[in-house]
């Protein structure tokens, strides 16, 4: 998908963007917007759905009046099924940052599982995990010489899937044709590398993302990555609702506060077979300024413009890529930018902004959890479950309906009217092998032996941090000094006992003090990348 450049269109055109602070993260608006006076450059007016409650204040309605005004009920469009079909899409497999230089990477689009990594010559390929010998999966592999290699009886293999390399064959002897591996279409495209799921239908170029924002001259961005435990559907829907921010994220940034907590307004202005747009805002500001577009199969925007002091527009993008990982999993690539920066921005580590988003995920798990469990127990549309209102989620309802048209082509879905529920029985992938694993497995992911390292979604190592290159880097560097700062305390502990002086044993022990300082600020910086938050409300 190639974006029309929205600034050459007028203000109410569909395809037109603008940046929004996104709805689910609240954590990052002071990064972007700190130091600039919100002036929208084109203002949306109040639409009807603003007046939904002023409506019912202003006179009372009969009961079945006041549900039609203030609840989002089925849409009065065609709900016929278009064309769609969820392998003819491009999906967001990995940052390019992060894809690993030396091992292979396992990944999952709903119930396929894919093998990523780099060859010889740098370039990004992408297999089915699957070794066609004995169903070894390649991720558990490594790369020889750019070539992928199965761990299982050291089969290779390179380009476009052929087997280079079988080591239990005679001299003499052919690899059989059959020895091949299925290969998946990839493309590196504004730092994210998207994968064609098809292998019947030739990779469609122009559906490929391109983000007008992200391309501009000094735009900037700040992208995570993030595994967690609910459907990807789920995901997507608490990620354009930014009703919840005030409540859920209550203080979690310099924004987000409960007593904010308001009616909101919503203007839909464009409904297609590959998703929806459209204005929101606050009701008591009386206008719209934010811009959100959902996109097939998986990809979230909210843009918008801000004015500064000088006139100059400056332009803000949050940009989430949902992928599916199959029931109960999804894969969430972060992305907020803009074109101009906070000087707050320059004074956070990048980890701790990634550890905040980290939080933020973690203080919506719980209910998001226990929301996609009853959907699949209930089996049951979301009509018959959710109670939509006009002034707060309306975009949970488009999502839903759109659901309704293109659910047909996915493996599973749960619509406003329909469902179809999976066919295929969730994949429970158990944990590595080891004693540090199996007691990291069967510990509380908030305490105990190993945590960090528990292969469990709700473990913070597990979701961010091992997909995170940088992250990583820091928490080792932590870990290095924190080792290097204990052992020099120690030492001078113990010369301090040694010598005589009275001068030489305070200047010791006041350096080991200093030391245990060090070492006690990097276990902080360790627990803040993977500890999960916890409410001080519940009871540990």
């Known amino acids: 998908m190639a974006l029309v450049n929205p600034f050459l269109s007028p203000p109410r055109t569909p395809l037109s963007l603008r940046v929004s602070a996104p709805p689910n993260q609240a954590l ?173 239908t030739p990779p469609n170029v122009s559906k490929l993302p391109w983000f007008e924002n992200f391309a501009r001259p000094e735009f900037q961005d700040i992208s995570t990555i993030h595994e967690l435990p609910y459907d990807h559907s789920i995901l997507l829907e608490n990620l354009m609702d930014p009703a919840h921010i005030p409540i859920s994220h209550d203080r979690t940034d310099w924004t987000a506060k409960r007593e904010d907590a308001q009616p909101l307004c919503f203007e839909v202005t464009e409904r297609t077979h590959r998703g929806f747009a459209g204005w929101w805002g606050r009701e008591k500001d009386g206008s719209m300024p934010n811009f959100l577009r959902f996109e097939a199969p998986c990809v979230l925007q909210n843009n918008r413009e801000i004015v500064d002091k000088n006139g100059e527009i400056n332009y803000f993008s949050g940009l989430f890529l949902c992928r599916p990982t199959g029931q109960g999993k999804s894969m969430l690539i972060v992305r907020f930018g803009g074109t101009k920066r906070s000087p707050l921005a320059k004074v956070f580590p990048k980890w701790y902004l990634h550890q905040n988003a980290s939080k933020v995920f973690e203080q919506d798990m719980g209910f998001l959890s226990s929301q996609n469990e009853i959907l699949l127990k209930e089996k049951v549309s979301t009509k018959e479950l959710y109670l939509n209102l006009k002034s707060s989620d309306t975009w949970v309802a488009e999502y839903r309906k759109w659901m309704d048209k293109a659910g047909h082509g996915m493996p599973y879905h749960f619509g406003h009217s329909t469902i179809s529920l999976p066919k295929e029985p969730a994949v429970v992938e158990h944990a590595p092998a080891g004693l540090v694993a199996g007691q990291s497995a069967s510990s509380p992911t908030k305490g105990g032996i190993g945590t960090m390292h528990a292969p469990n979604f709700a473990n913070r190592y597990f979701r961010h941090v091992i997909h995170c290159k940088g992250c990583r880097t820091v928490v080792k560097a932590f870990e290095a000094w924190k080792n290097a700062l204990s052992a020099v305390a120690v030492a001078l502990v113990a010369l301090a006992i040694l010598v005589s002086g009275r001068q030489w044993k305070a200047l010791l022990l006041a350096s080991a003090a200093l030391c245990s300082v060090g070492v006690y600020a990097c276990s902080i910086a360790i627990a803040m990348n993977t500890t999960n938050f916890i409410r001080t409300h519940r009871r540990l």
């Not at 230089?101 to 396992?106: I, Q, R, V």
Request: glycine letters at 8%; hydrophobic letters at 35%.
């Open 28 to 200: 990052l608006r002071w990064t972007l917007c700190s130091q600039y006076s919100f002036k929208p450059s084109s203002l949306r007016s109040k639409h009807a759905m603003c007046g939904a409650t002023a409506d019912i204040k202003a006179a009372p309605l009969a009961d079945g009046e006041a549900d039609h005004a203030v609840l989002v009920g089925p849409a009065s469009e065609d709900e016929r099924k278009g064309d769609y079909d969820w392998t003819q899409e491009w999906y967001p497999l990995y940052l390019t940052l992060n894809v690993p230089e030396d091992a292979p990477l396992g990944l999952r689009v709903f119930d396929k599982q894919l093998v990523l990594f780099k060859d010889g010559n740098g370039q990004f390929r992408c297999y089915e995990d699957r070794c066609p010998h004995r169903l070894a999966k390649l991720s558990e592999g490594q790369l020889i010489d750019g070539r992928l290699e199965c761990l299982y009886h050291g089969w290779q293999f390179e380009g476009e899937g052929k087997c280079v390399k079988i080591p239990q064959l005679p001299a003499d002897a052919k690899i059989p044709q059959a020895a091949c591996v299925k290969t998946y279409e990839v493309r590196d495209s504004q730092g994210v590398i998207w994968v064609w799921m098809s292998l019947k």
